[in-house]
């Protein structure tokens, strides 16, 4: 069964928006999880503009399902909340400073060395590895030298070509992602996956890859909940994994 772990940065977004704790992040994360969500994920940036580090510490106090940190790890700041916390699993980004939202995933090939050796401070503190790649082969076969326990399939051009192809035409759309897991699963590595999977598309993405260990999903699963209720949304995320 594939793994379902909400993203909750936009309920930080919006209390940041006014200030206050309205919406409150931790009982955010403690509603995902009572909701049935097999996870958490929380993705703090530098400067703090939604998940703020001490959100970070408060929810891993109460969570009883999986926490996921994601985030830049040449920010040491960003290291040291990792390692303070020790969440069961880190998710290395390569964002840059500042930037809007994730939008690439790592060149495991010119960057090898220094993800062997942050990725080697992770687990020797115990915490499982994820990290964030492109649905390219060399980048795959990049990754399994890492030592990483997983990567994390990019998935925005999924979801972009998915939204704006026809039905005939989706197979093709799907394929880089079918073919890099398959290498990762060779390889001996976990497959995650997350970016812009909503409704619409995670189904057909999970049917074509069946070994799919977790998706991360945020923004649309809070969209969906602003409508549809937030625990009838986790469920209805949780129904598409099935």
């Keep these: 069964m594939t793994k379902l772990s909400v993203n909750i940065n936009k309920f930080a977004t919006l209390r940041n928006s006014r200030g206050g704790n309205n919406p409150d992040v931790v009982k955010a994360a403690i509603d ?10 929380v993705h703090p940036r530098p400067d703090e503009r939604h998940i703020r580090y001490d959100d970070v510490r408060q929810i891993k106090k109460i969570i009883t399902t999986e926490l996921n940190i994601e985030g830049n790890c040449v920010e040491q700041k960003f290291v040291d909340l990792v390692l303070e916390t020790k969440p069961h699993q880190v998710t290395l980004v390569p964002d840059a400073l500042g930037q809007l939202t994730s939008d690439h995933g790592w060149d495991t090939i010119t960057h090898k060395n220094y993800l062997i050796d942050i990725i080697a401070v992770f687990k020797k503190a115990g915490i499982r590895v994820s990290i964030f790649v492109d649905p390219i082969i060399e980048m795959i076969e990049g990754a399994a030298e890492t030592g990483t326990d997983r990567i994390e399939l990019y ?3 999924y979801a972009r070509a998915y939204a704006q192809s026809g039905v005939e035409s989706r ?11 398959q290498k990762a699963k060779a390889s001996g590595l976990g497959i995650n996956a997350g970016h812009d999977l909503d409704l619409h598309n995670l189904k057909f993405f999970k049917q074509h890859i069946p070994t799919l260990d977790e998706v991360s999903i945020g923004h649309a699963l809070v969209c969906d909940a602003i409508y549809l209720g937030y625990e009838n949304a986790v469920q209805l995320y949780k129904r598409q994994l099935q």
């Design 155 to 157: 998935t925005e051009e």
């Design 32 to 41: 995902a999880q009572r909701f049935g969500a097999d996870g958490v994920t």
């Design 171 to 181: 197979e093709s759309v799907v394929k880089p992602y079918v073919l890099a897991a």
